[in-house]
C-alpha cells in the first residue's frame, strides 16, 4: 500500500530538549517536504527537499532542520524545541515531474507536538 | 505565504444536499488541487486540474477553474455525513520548487 509514515502520532517534550520526527515514504518519490498546521494560520511549508541530499527552505523553516539522505527518509529535527512549536506536523511526498510541475501529495497521519 | 483563499469558512448541510467550496489565489499557477482532512488527521487528495484546464469530475465532485478570476470552486453533490471534514485548495506555482501552497479551508458538517 502507498503511504507516508510518521513517527510518533503523539509527542510532548520539554523546552531544549533535541528530537526527531521521522518520515518515511514508499512510492519512491522525489520530493517530500514538511508542513506545520496552526489554528488560524492553516498550513505552512517548514522545509522542502526535491531529491536525494537537495533541501531548501520553505516559508517557516526557523528553528528546524532537515535531512535526505535516502530518498525515502526525510526526517524533521528540532535541535532545541521551544513553546512557539507545539503544532500538528505533517510530512508529505509527491513525484517530481521534469517540469516541475508535481503532482498530488501524499501526507502522513500527522504528529501532534506538544513542548512544554 | 498563503495564495489560496476560501469561503466560506464554515458550512453546515444537510444530507443529500449539494456543498459549493470557493477557492481563490493570487499567482499564476502550474495546477489547483483539493484536499480532504478529517479531524486532526492527514489531509487526502482529492482531484487536481491543470491550469488549461475548466472544469474536473471525480465521481461526486466537480471542480471548475477560472484562471482570469483567480479562482476554482469545488462542488460535492449529494452529500453525505462521511463527507464532513475540512477541506483545503492548494496551488502549485510555476516555479520549479513544487511548493503547494495552501487555503485556510473550509469545514463543512453535513448533517444526517
Known amino acids: 500500500e502507498a503511504q507516508v509514515t510518521q513517527n510518533p502520532r503523539y509527542l510532548i517534550t520539554v523546552t531544549g530538549k533535541k528530537l526527531t520526527v521521522t518520515c518515511s515514504q514508499n512510492?519512491?518519490?522525489?520530493?517530500m517536504s514538511w508542513y506545520r498546521q496552526d489554528p488560524g494560520l492553516g498550513l505552512r511549508q517548514i522545509y522542502y527537499s526535491m531529491n536525494v541530499e537537495v533541501t531548501d527552505k520553505g516559508d517557516v523553516p526557523e528553528g528546524y532542520k532537515v535531512s535526505r539522505k535516502e530518498k525515502r527518509n526525510f526526517p524533521l529535527i528540532l535541535e532545541s524545541p521551544s513553546p512557539n512549536q507545539t503544532s500538528l506536523y505533517f510530512c508529505?511526498?509527491?513525484?517530481?515531474?521534469?517540469?516541475?510541475?508535481?503532482?498530488?501529495?501524499?501526507f502522513g497521519q500527522g504528529t501532534r507536538l506538544t513542548v512544554v | 505565504s498563503q495564495q489560496g483563499e476560501e469561503d466560506p469558512q464554515a458550512l453546515s448541510i444537510q444530507e443529500g444536499e449539494n456543498a459549493t467550496m470557493n477557492c481563490s489565489y493570487k499567482t499564476s499557477i502550474n495546477n489547483l488541487q483539493w484536499y480532504r482532512q478529517n479531524s486532526g488527521r492527514g489531509l487526502v487528495h482529492l482531484i487536481l486540474?491543470?491550469?488549461?484546464?475548466r472544469e474536473k469530475h471525480s465521481g461526486r465532485l466537480r471542480v471548475t477553474l477560472d484562471t482570469s478570476k483567480k479562482s476554482s470552486s469545488l462542488l460535492i453533490t449529494a452529500s453525505r455525513a462521511a463527507d464532513t471534514a475540512s477541506y483545503f485548495c492548494?496551488?502549485?506555482?510555476?516555479?520549479?520548487?513544487?511548493?503547494?501552497?495552501f487555503g485556510q479551508g473550509t469545514t463543512l458538517q453535513v448533517k444526517p
Open positions: 492548494a496551488t502549485r506555482g510555476s516555479s520549479n520548487t513544487g511548493k503547494l501552497i
Open positions: 508529505a511526498s509527491s513525484l517530481g515531474s521534469a517540469g516541475g510541475g508535481v503532482t498530488e501529495a501524499f
Open positions: 512510492m519512491n518519490h522525489e520530493y
Open positions: 486540474i491543470r491550469s488549461n484546464e
